[in-house]
């Protein structure tokens, strides 16, 4: 994509199975984003040049995915003016997906990182996509755009569900 505003990056090619899930709802929600491998454990220069260079590049979020020991969202939050969103993977190093939450969620004073859920990926294209039409007013009518339509889909589902108690 020509001008990405999101860059999605995770410590490994292993987590791709769970990261997709922002890359598939930014598509859905029309946000340009990248998408790459930035370890902060194997890569530790590549990950410093990434994110010292990612608001000259004119991306506005970075959602970046790890597991285990998960120090890439962290670590990427510490050399960035940008807001860093954070996905905890439950990967094949992670104990039970809590080491990586922990990793990721604790961060000390002064260095946030806005931590979904494990393995929730989605929320941190939709998160991200927010925080873009926050001052994009095109970007925030296709997110209530998208609540609407979340709600008519329960909205169908409760009637289908109420169905089988008449
Ligand atoms: C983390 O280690 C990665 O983010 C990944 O979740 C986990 C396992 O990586 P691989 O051994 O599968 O490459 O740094």
Redesign the pocket.
């Known amino acids: 994509m020509s001008n990405p505003q999101v860059g999605i990056i ?3 090619s ?2 791709l199975k769970v990261m997709k899930d922002a890359a598939d709802v930014l598509k859905e929600l029309g946000i340009d984003f990248e998408m790459t491998v930035v ?1 902060a ?1 194997r890569t530790p220069e590549r990950m410093i040049d990434y994110a010292k260079d990612a608001a000259d590049r004119g991306l506005k979020v970075i959602i970046a ?4 020991a ?1 120090h ?1 969202p962290g670590m990427v939050a510490s050399i960035t003016p940008l807001p860093v969103i954070g996905v905890p ?1 439950k ?3 992670s104990i039970d997906g809590w080491d990586s939450i922990l990793s990721i969620l604790q961060m000390p004073n002064g260095v946030p990182v806005a931590t979904v859920a494990l393995n929730a990926a989605k929320n941190a294209g939709i998160l991200a996509t927010q925080i873009i039409g926050s001052s994009n007013p095109g970007v925030l009518k296709r997110m209530t755009d998208y609540k609407e339509a979340m709600k008519s889909k329960v909205m169908d589902s409760k009637d289908e569900v109420e169905g089988y108690s008449s």
Request: hydrophobic fraction near 30%; avoid cysteine.
């Open positions: 995770m410590g490994s292993s987590d370890s454990h995915g790890a597991g285990g998960a890439l993977v990967s094949s190093n």
